[in-house]
């Protein structure tokens, strides 16, 4: 409802993939692979519902990979299945796989990378590996910009494997892997830059301050509590304190600005949520931790290759702590981490007792269907089932109290035959149902952009229209009678809390 719709359908009124001036800046620096893939099926159908389904298909074709990334390890066909079942009853995998969000798209595209990379020692070709390995690794980055830290310990291992394996003739095929990956991502680097002036974008300044061990353990034992939230409050709020302790008696700041993101809530686990921005994987990460550790102690594990199924992971999610700033919202962020953690848990899985899998089996499955039947913004089961509940409902279901701002906002635009809205933002509004509710084919161009996108390339007849009525939602507005655009004056109409109307 922010950007990963918002910006699909500025790209279809702009016929083009261009920067253009927002509010919303993640619209135009955020990698934008997933949403090209929203564009498509945007233009190809009206029925909004099957924008769901981009998410979809990579989780069921992630459930795959991950099951051909054990085999390559060796493991039988029944370590593949468990891969499979731990992959698919995966809380946060579950709730995103039908949504437009972007994180699945990323993980397949990582698992890709980590078959292609295991590939080398058991394909006769080595050009088909590297060429997929690069291509996958490409498309990773052009997915979103977290692949560029979970990547970091993937490369330099497939470098060493294609070096071993190809000796004399490795500089070849790695000048060829770098070739490939700038090919897939030059068009997205070179728009950020001509309008940030870096490949990747805008910063936001989510790195730590400085990078050390009280960051990497501080916010390795934040990110780890979140996933641990429980239906429970006191569980919660015990493993909060506990968190903060641990940290405390190793001198760690666990509040320190320093290793978290100023406009992120401060650390907490928190309440127990089935919402695809703030779900924790409980189940998955407790066995996770077990299997690790098992997988660490048990000498023939140790010596064979599912060690570095166990060690690509672990990296990534201690470069992910030690370069970024810990917030709220990263829980979601690790799926790519948890479907390659998936091959771990099939390999210890599969060699305990019989009885011990079966209460396994069963906790996930229960887990899983609680998160499948009872999905905070889109559920099957309930008064607000999307069997039941109309697409307005739908679109509102994570933010209800939106829902009669839009409704109102729509009904102004069609009484007075808006054609083209103006938009006075703040930098994570709503924009989408602008768009989706009007019957009509309304422009929403965001005005007076104070960021470094209002420069942005917009094509020339747009310059010279001027907005039919401006919609804000600054606080700071919402007390003005009057706004005036291009030395043109617009008068308040509506007003409801920050969000304001005004009619030229």
Known sequence: MTYHLGRVVHWMHNKNVNPYPTYI??????????????LHIHLLTAYTPVLNFVQWLFFAASILVVSLIVRSLGGDRKMQLYSMFFTATMPMAILQSNSTQNDIVLGFFMLCAVYFLLALHTEKSIVHSVLLFSVSCGLALITKGVALIFLLPVVPVFTFLLIRKTQQRSPV???????????????????????????????????????????????????????????????????????????????????????????????????????????????????????LVLLMSIKSLRRSKWLLLAVLPISMFLLFNLILKWQVWHVRLFVSIGFLLCGVLACCVNRWPVYLRYTIILLFCTSASLFLFFNNGRPLLGKNSIFTASGTEQYFANNKPLQPVFEKITELMLENNVEMLGYVASGDAWEYPLWALSEKNVFVEHIDVPNATRNAFRDRLEKTRLPEMIVSNHSELASEDVYVYAGVSYFKIWRDGNWSAYLK
């Open 173 to 291: 095929y790695i000048l060829f892997t770098i070739a490939v990956i700038c090919l897939l991502t030059f068009p997205y680097a070179t728009r950020n830059y001509t309008v940030y002036r870096s490949p990747l974008g805008n910063a936001y300044n989510l790195n730590n301050d400085c990078y050390s061990f009280q960051g990497i353990f501080g916010n390795s034992t934040k990110n780890i509590a979140i996933q641990l939230r429980t239906p429970f409050p006191k569980i919660n709020d015990a493993v909060t304190r506990a968190t903060v302790k641990i940290n405390t008696a190793l001198g760690v700041d666990t509040f320190s600005e320093t290793y978290n993101w100023h406009y992120s809530p401060r650390f907490s686990v928190g309440y127990f949520s089935t919402q695809e921005d703030t779900a924790g994987n409980f189940l998955h990460t407790l066995l996770g931790i077990v299997c």
């Open 25 to 38: 800046d993640r619209q135009v620096t955020q990698p934008p692979l997933a949403e090209y893939y929203l």
